[in-house]
């Protein structure tokens, strides 16, 4: 079992482990994962020594939670931390109307009430089997999912009625840590205008590929007691030579700028992926990356490239080629 470095969540006393586990695969629905092989994808990770899971309703419309806690619940529970997400409800569809590539007869309904933060709460528990939920994270609000005139009664919603919950549930030491998840840096900044956040897990815009947060972002987290758990480092495959960027086909720009940095890699002698994974931890706001990956032999590849040693040279050969934001920090 190897030791992961351990990093604070924000000013909480939770600790997690610098690679964590994404459970969106496990869902099943954006790739072929199997029950069995989710499960046992959540078990090699721990074999491992990964000591963080997220997951959340959405994955999988309930599945995703549900094989997390198959998979954990005879673990004892203070050896690890637990995430998932609030801002859908799943409710009960028709068989007849079933999509054939949906896991779980389940329809996602966007709530960021009060009421609707704790129902949510509660299923997931339910779903999940535990006891325990350590880190809550609002999920998918901003106008990247919700358009730009749908998002501002959305995030009111948050802010004065929504927002009370975690707040309460946290004041209760019912939940430990709270936060927003979203592939989108403006909602965060928002937020942070307004709550006492503890982390913000921010899929694909804090990578290898893309650092935009450094000029806006990163800088505030710091001071606002804030740590990022860094979601899909990998940009949701196309880092790891897949033609998905940020769920969606990579564009001609995306494709040369990734086959830039591979080039300045294949150089060093360093696979890609190893450097993907490898850069977010540098910066002193990330807490945990959580690639997500879709069997277990891609677990242990992933875990052998975090550990793959990388020169000091190459990234000041990415530095140098422009292809890294000049106050990006670099592991070394």
Known sequence: MAQFETRRIGRTPLEVTTLGLGCATLGGTRVAVSREEAEAIVRAAWAAGVRYIDTAPFYGFGRSERCVGDAMRDVPRDDWVLSTKVGRLLRPRPASTQPDNRPMPFDPVYDY??????RSFEDSLQRLGLTRIDILFVHDIGARTHGREAHPGLMRTLRESGYRALDRLRSAGIVKAIGIGVNECEVLLEALEWG???????AGRYTLLEQAPLDDLLPKCGPAGVSIVVGGPLNSG?????????YKAAPPDVVARVQALRTVCDSHNVPLVAAALQFPLAHPAVAAIIPGP?????????????????PAALWADLRQAGLLHPEAPVPG
């Not at 006492?196 to 921010?202: I, N, P, Q, S």
Request: aromatic share 12%; net charge negative.
């Open 113 to 118: 009430s009060y009421d609707g933060i704790m």
């Open 196 to 202: 006492a956040w503890d982390a913000f897990l921010l």
């Open 238 to 246: 196309v880092l790891a030579g897949r033609d998905s960027w940020n």
């Open 294 to 310: 879709r069997n277990v032999a891609e677990f242990a590849a992933n875990l052998e490239l975090l550990r793959h040693p990388i």
